[in-house]
């Protein structure tokens, strides 16, 4: 069964900290996604990565970096954490190859305090 | 870029009736809408997807529709139960990686 697995289900940050959110993904699929989900606004696109160490941003991507070592793994980076990223972030996966069914974690609430 | 529009951003309908929920993309270029389910809890889960070749597809309860020439596609959900009440996100591609997503809308079924 596919399966996208993140690290936390909630966190809870300080301002100023530098966060990591984890994504594993064990379907072998070549693309992974980061969104975040705010009431209101949908799902936004922070950041996209099509294979290893390659990323491509979008439609959100201040305040954020990604890093993609290992195909099954996809991790978010907040450099300094803000109270404005309070927020649900989903992971993603999908497979140029198959149909191009994004498959998602079941997320990760992060508040920064 | 593409922008997705959604409406209603709620909607209540009785068990039983039928539920409809309208989309617009502005990138004439689009070719592929996706519709997602989101359960509490839980991550958006792919139910329906139609291509631009194709102007209405049907699985069991639910149908989508596309109207290339307006831009707008819709999902139609009909005999309602109360298990599908959850909130739902229509999305549009013009390149199959990236989706862009509309703002969602919360489905509750009235037993």
């Known amino acids: 069964d596919v399966k996208v697995t993140q690290s936390s289900r909630y966190l809870v940050k300080r301002t100023g900290e530098k966060v990591f959110l984890e994504c594993v993904q064990d379907?072998?699929?070549?693309?992974m996604f980061w969104y975040r989900q705010d009431p209101g606004l949908g799902l936004r696109l922070i950041y996209f990565?099509?294979?290893?160490?390659?990323?491509e941003k979008g439609d959100i991507p201040e305040g954020y970096s990604v890093s993609r070592e290992k195909k099954e793994r996809f991790s978010l980076i907040l450099e300094s954490a803000s109270t404005n990223q309070t927020s649900m972030y989903l992971c993603?996966?999908?497979?140029?190859?198959?149909?191009?069914?994004?498959?998602f974690g079941p997320g990760t609430r992060l508040t920064v305090t | 870029g593409e922008n997705v529009e959604q409406h209603p951003s709620t909607l209540s309908v009785q068990e039983g009736d039928s539920a409809v929920i309208k989309c617009t993309y502005s990138?004439?270029?689009?070719?592929?809408f996706p519709w997602y389910k989101q359960e509490l809890g839980k991550g958006p889960q792919l139910i329906i997807d139609?291509?631009?070749?194709?102007g209405e597809k049907k699985d069991q309860r639910i149908a989508v529709t596309l109207n290339k020439t307006a831009k707008h596609f819709s999902l139609h959900i009909t005999e309602t139960q109360p298990e599908d009440s959850a909130v739902y996100f229509c999305?549009?591609?013009?390149?199959?990686?990236?989706?862009?997503f509309g703002t969602g809308t919360r489905l509750t079924i009235i037993p």
């Open positions: 993603a996966s999908s497979s140029p190859k198959g149909s191009y069914e994004q498959y």
């Open positions: 379907m072998d699929h070549e693309n």
């Open positions: 990565s099509y294979d290893v160490k390659m990323k």
């Open positions: 990138d004439s270029a689009s070719n592929y």
């Open positions: 139609i291509r631009s070749n194709v």
């Open positions: 999305a549009a591609s013009s390149r199959n990686e990236k989706l862009t």
